[in-house]
């Protein structure tokens, strides 16, 4: 090891992605720690009720998703409440509420993993692909100063040699979706997203990579997937960090 790296590990604080101990010296290129790194290896694996397949192989996706159009959906792991505390969740959980490069980067990294096979099956390259967030309220932008997904969708798409375009459009007003019942939840995402008219050609005939941190009945991302439909895309990939095991399976 050189003096100068070995002084990096001395001076600069790493801290795990999930639950923010300090990394040791020998863990100073890790994310997680190694009680978090185990938990999020077998949370990648956990099967699937419906199709038995690991979280990152699953293609079931929410009815609504299906019936919008989308192509696929795509987790890192399986999401629930109930687990709040499980490091997986800790991670999604600061990613929400902390700006930080090295997270982002991280979930993007695992993100850019699943979407080589997607590709091959459609027989596109990922330099054509075009990289677009869920965007986050304009209430939550303004408290928390940025859009997680946002932040992944910009990493995602240095990583692929893609192009990052925020296209879908927040409207002012809109009602916070915690409070809603899943069908106004949809008319309020519905009313309060656009793509605008000089944005639709770049999007027309296009291959999208729609990302959000969470889908859990995917409604947001149902809205915004017939928003790119609309606007011409050729087809849209949906990319989650984690997808709510019971309230997405299709029946
Ligand atoms: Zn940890
Ligand atoms: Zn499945």
């Given amino acids: 090891m050189s003096a100068w790296e070995y002084i990096r590990r001395i001076v600069a604080v790493r801290k795990c992605v999930s639950c923010r101990a ?17 938990a ?19 293609t079931c996706m929410p009815k609504q998703l299906s019936s919008a ?17 499980e490091p997986q969740n800790k991670l999604i959980y600061f990613l929400k509420h902390h700006k930080n490069a090295r997270a982002s980067r991280f979930v993007a990294s ?28 304009r209430t939550a932008v303004l408290n928390y100063g940025f859009d997680q997904a946002a932040e992944i969708s910009r ?17 002012r007003g809109g009602r916070e979706q915690k409070k809603l019942s899943a069908v106004e939840r949809k008319k309020n995402i519905k009313d309060s997203t656009y793509i605008k008219e000089s944005d639709k050609e770049r999007v027309s005939g296009r291959y999208i990579l729609l990302v959000d941190d969470i889908v859990t009945t995917g409604a947001s991302m149902s809205v915004s997937l017939a928003h ?24």
């Fill in 22 to 38: 300090i990394l040791r010296y020998d863990d100073f290129d890790e994310s997680f720690c190694p009680t978090c790194k185990l």
């Fill in 40 to 58: 999020w290896q077998s949370a990648k694996v956990e099967n699937c009720p419906e199709c038995y397949k690991a979280a990152t192989e699953c």
């Fill in 69 to 85: 159009g989308a192509l696929t959906l795509r987790r890192l792991f399986f999401y629930s409440p109930k687990r709040e505390n």
């Fill in 110 to 137: 695992q993100l850019a993993k699943l979407i080589p096979s997607e590709l091959d099956t459609l027989g596109i390259d990922k330099s054509e692909l075009l990289v677009v967030n869920i965007p986050r309220g």
């Fill in 155 to 171: 990493e995602l798409a240095k990583i692929l040699g893609a192009s990052y375009l925020p296209v879908i459009r927040r409207r």
């Fill in 228 to 251: 790119l439909r609309r606007a011409g895309a050729k087809g849209v990939i949906c990319l989650a960090v984690a997808s709510d095991l019971k309230k997405e399976i299709e029946k």
